[in-house]
């Protein structure tokens, strides 16, 4: 009796095994390629440097699912972190934002191309290149669907394809808009 109990129980966890991931039940990144659903709780923040200038001329993007777009550029640590301290740093003072609205839906298309992209790709963490040196650094955080990223390393290391797409990002929100804040 004992047995059979043993043997039912282990043929129903393979079985639960076994259909878990065709269910879609599996964790996210088995598949990261997720539909983005519109909310205003997804965001993406782009930090970008272009380290062939010194001082680096660095730009961020922030874009809300609601249509915020905060944009920042300059040679200043604020223009990446809010937080910066350094302020008898020469640069401390060049430092640009500006802060606009897109359409929402443009937005949500913006999400839904960069988790068609792989964004959200679990593996591509920690996978370096063998180049030594690069020009330029991209990194991106993102909350799209409850679904949270963060990518501190240089996106150009990992996939230069997504890093080219982050840059367009970048260059369409450094031309839109005229109030600078």
């Not at 799209?144 to 501190?152: A, E, H």
Request: hydrophobic share 35%; proline share 5%.
């Amino acid at each position: 009796m004992r047995k059979r109990t043993l043997i039912r129980i282990a043929s129903a966890a393979f079985l639960a095994a076994a259909t878990f991931p065709i269910a879609g039940c599996g964790p996210f990144w088995v598949d990261p390629y997720i539909t983005v659903k519109e909310s205003p709780l997804n965001w993406v923040e782009i930090h970008y440097y272009n380290t062939r200038t010194k001082p680096y001329i660095r730009k961020s993007v922030l874009l809300m699912g609601d249509g915020l777009v905060e944009f920042k550029k300059g040679t200043s640590d604020r223009v990446s972190n809010d937080f910066a301290k350094r302020s008898d740093d020469p640069e401390w003072e060049n430092f640009r934002m500006r802060r606009t609205r897109v359409d929402p839906k443009h937005a949500q298309e913006i999400f839904q191309d960069l988790a068609n992209r792989g964004v959200l790709d679990r593996e591509k963490l920690f996978r370096g290149s063998k180049k030594e040196k690069f020009d330029r650094f991209i990194a991106v955080k993102a909350n799209l669907s409850n679904y949270t990223y963060s990518q501190p390393d240089n996106i150009y290391e990992v996939d230069p394809d997504l890093a080219e797409y982050l840059y367009d990002i970048i260059q369409e929100f450094d031309n839109v808009g005229n109030s600078i804040m």
